[in-house]
């Protein structure tokens, strides 16, 4: 059942502690960030840029939310960006990504962002089929890229331009 009445507006500083649990919830499945903890506060607001941050909301509850970080802080790399999209477990496969990262993805391009990127576990096929739904092309694998629990994994990139490059 897709969800019609998802709202999606801007990060706040008080949302973090729900995004934290949407985080926390994404973690646990092993296969979405080489990450094994949430970061602090600070932490994650240091990695995201502070533009095209977004949370949605679905029947008065955060579901979700999406960020951008910046691809290098290298200046031959402006206007190129990652992809961060997490939704809370309850509420997958109801649209609320193909939503969010669609917003993502419009505000991105009017912020002047040319290029998104996203590098996603192979066994997360939700969320490289969510990315291609939308536009994204698959540009290689990263083979063990890095390691998670000890072990080395593999990451999908896949890319987007923008229509305005």
Known sequence: MVLNDVIIRPFEHGDFFRVSEIYKAGLDTGIATFETQVPSYDDWDSRFLKICRYVAFAKNTM????????????ECYRGVAETTI????????????????????????????????????????????????????IVGQHQRIAQRNGKWHD???LEKRSKNS
């Not at 579901?63 to 290298?74: N, T």
């Open 155 to 157: 990451n999908v990139v």
């Open 63 to 74: 579901v979700g939310w999406a960020a951008l970080s910046p691809r290098s802080k290298r």
């Open 86 to 137: 997490y939704i809370d477990p309850v509420f997958h496969g109801k649209g609320v990504g193909k939503k969010l990262l669609q917003h993502l993805i419009d505000e991105s391009e009017k912020a002047g962002f040319c290029t998104l990127t996203a590098h996603i576990f192979p066994e997360n096929t939700a969320s490289i089929n969510l990315h291609e739904k939308l536009g994204f092309t």
